[in-house]
């Protein structure tokens, strides 16, 4: 006889790293879950974490980077989006709303990097305004623009 293992519903609170060059080259994945599409490195805090330190496990995780080897900037932002539907089964019932935490991670330049498989497919490097036509959601396009902003640039 198997038995189930339940995960525990996941935290609605989670960060988004946009990893980029100083040159505006911006890193993005496609789901393994969703073909087609795109984001930033995301994912949910965990039982005792803190936004930052989910920040830093999720780039180890789905890039295998060391953000703290890096400029790695907490940019005290954060929106509160609606989860999508076919994403709700992973939180306690009812929950709806997510709260995501933006975070950049600053590289000398473009390299490669280990996906998790089951998370991502595959990854470019892309620039920042190219990036911004390709990522999903609406919260990893104010991540792009807000990068643009900091060189003075917009969309």
Do not use: C
């Not at 505006?24 to 393994?32: G, P, Q, S, T």
């Amino acid at each position: 006889m198997t038995q189930d293992i339940q995960k525990s519903p996941k935290v609605p609170v989670s960060a988004l790293v946009l990893i980029h060059t100083a040159d505006l080259d911006v890193l993005i994945m496609e789901r393994a879950d969703k073909a087609g599409f795109w984001q930033s490195v995301t994912g949910s805090i965990e039982a005792g974490e803190t936004p930052y330190d989910a920040a830093v496990r999720e780039v180890k995780e789905e890039t295998g980077l060391d953000a703290l080897a890096f400029d790695f900037q907490d940019w005290q932002v954060n929106n509160t989006y609606e989860i999508y539907p076919h994403w709700r089964y992973r939180y306690a019932d009812g929950v709806t709303e997510n709260v995501e935490h933006q975070f950049g991670l600053l590289l000398p330049k473009a390299r490669a990097v280990t996906l998790a498989p089951n998370e991502h497919v595959r990854y470019e490097w892309v620039n920042w305004r190219e990036a911004a036509q390709r990522v999903f959601s609406w919260t990893n396009v104010d991540a792009l623009q807000r990068l643009g902003a900091k060189h003075n640039l917009t969309l």
